[in-house]
């Protein structure tokens, strides 16, 4: 199968891709000739890409999914996808920011399976929530000392998890781009198609949102 080696990924392999993974400057010359090669359907240009990015597609989909299996085979999805999509690639984002834009919305087309089958989702407690740029560990109080702390740290990331989880898509993806995998606000309009000013009205319900649902866990 043309590129075969490419599309075939292992969990031991995204750590070996994730330190294998390079950066092209932006706009530059190199960068130019390389999505001219991409799109003339090069095997070698689209192996470098797969090394240069599965790491952080595969990143932002297991945050969507928090399931590896399910993570792994969406990544193989998106760069399927970016493969017949090339050619109308026109530059007006770069090749990381498009690449999680089609990561998204084949993620979007399994939304419904994920709801059959319950998939629970996860977040950094680290994440700031609220006007106040609270973290979430914050959120959920926890004045118990060791070795009941062990204990009740995976409560409260369980009511996390299911928090994050129950939140609208539009949300979740808002909050799962920006406090987890730490894009600009630029990055993730280009990444949902949408302007500024709805990433940060998004980001700023999606976080009050966790805070409400948290609190009437």
């Known amino acids: 199968m043309f590129f075969e080696k490419s599309m075939t990924f292992g969990e031991e392999e995204f750590s070996e891709v994730a330190l294998a993974a390079g950066q092209i400057s932006v706009r530059s010359s190199v960068e130019i000739e390389f999505i001219e090669r991409l799109k003339i359907g090069e095997a070698d240009a689209f192996d470098a890409l797969v090394i240069r990015y599965s790491a952080d597609v595969y990143a932002v989909l297991f945050r969507l999914t928090q399931d590896a299996e399910e993570a792994a085979d969406l990544t193989q999805e998106t760069f399927l996808s970016a493969l017949k999509a090339i050619k109308k690639f026109r530059g007006e984002a770069d090749l990381k920011t498009w690449l999680v834009r089609i990561a998204i919305n084949e993620s979007r087309n399994r939304f419904r399976w994920w709801t059959r089958r319950r998939r629970e989702k996860t977040v950094s407690l680290d994440a700031p929530v609220g006007e106040q740029e609270m973290p979430l560990?914050?959120?959920?109080?926890?004045?118990?000392?060791?070795?009941?702390?062990?204990?009740?740290?995976?409560?409260?990331?369980?009511?996390?998890?299911?928090?994050?989880?129950?939140?609208?898509?539009?949300?979740?993806?808002?909050?799962?781009?920006?406090?987890?995998?730490?894009?600009?606000?630029?990055?993730?309009?280009?990444?949902?198609?949408?302007?500024?000013?709805?990433?940060?009205?998004?980001?700023?319900?999606?976080?009050?949102?966790?805070?409400?649902?948290?609190n009437d866990i």
């Open 137 to 214: 560990s914050e959120t959920v109080s926890s004045n118990f000392a060791n070795p009941e702390e062990t204990i009740l740290q995976r409560e409260r990331e369980n009511r996390l998890q299911k928090a994050l989880g129950d939140l609208p898509e539009i949300f979740r993806e808002a909050v799962v781009l920006c406090d987890i995998e730490g894009l600009s606000y630029e990055e993730i309009a280009a990444a949902l198609e949408i302007n500024i000013g709805t990433v940060k009205s998004r980001i700023a319900r999606g976080r009050e949102e966790l805070r409400r649902k948290l």
